[in-house]
Nanobody, 124 residues
Framework: QVQLVESGGGLVQAGGSLRLSCAASGSAASGSIFGINSMGWFRQAPGKQRELVATITSGGSTNYADSVKGRFAISRDNAKNTVYLQMNSLKSEDTAAYYC?????????????WGQGTQVTVSS
């Protein structure tokens, strides 16, 4: 079974920084994970729909929402099955629950997996 475990959320003042991490459990050796293609971060504020924040392909190509361009940076460590989101110059409107997402190949089947969410609160 594959699980995505997020960490790094918290309370920060406007203008501050946070770094989110999301690690997928399992490995090729255990038979749980044979490959991961796209990784990404989404967020959902109260009363709003979940929206894309950033994605990164297996080749390292990145894509960002216009609202976070120049402030956030997504990266990945394939050896650790982990995706990161460095968030700088945080604004109150960045307050939301942040969810990681991965496309994972296991037992010959590609699946779409989500983390449990980590809360980011930016105080003004």
């Amino acid at each position: 079974q594959v699980q995505l475990v997020e960490s790094g959320g918290g309370l920060v003042q406007a203008g501050g920084s946070l770094r989110l991490s999301c690690a997928a459990s399992g490995s090729a050796a255990s038979g749980s994970i044979f490959g991961i293609n796209s990784m990404g971060w989404f967020r959902q504020a109260p009363g709003k729909q979940r929206e894309l924040v950033a994605t990164i392909t297996s080749g390292g190509s990145t894509n960002y929402a216009d609202s976070v361009k120049g402030r956030f940076a997504i990266s990945r460590d394939n050896a650790k099955n982990t995706v990161y989101l460095q968030m700088n110059s945080l604004k109150s409107e960045d307050t939301a629950a942040y969810y990681c997402n991965m496309g994972i190949l296991r037992q010959g089947i590609w699946g779409n997996y989500w983390g449990q969410g980590t809360q980011v609160t930016v105080s003004s």
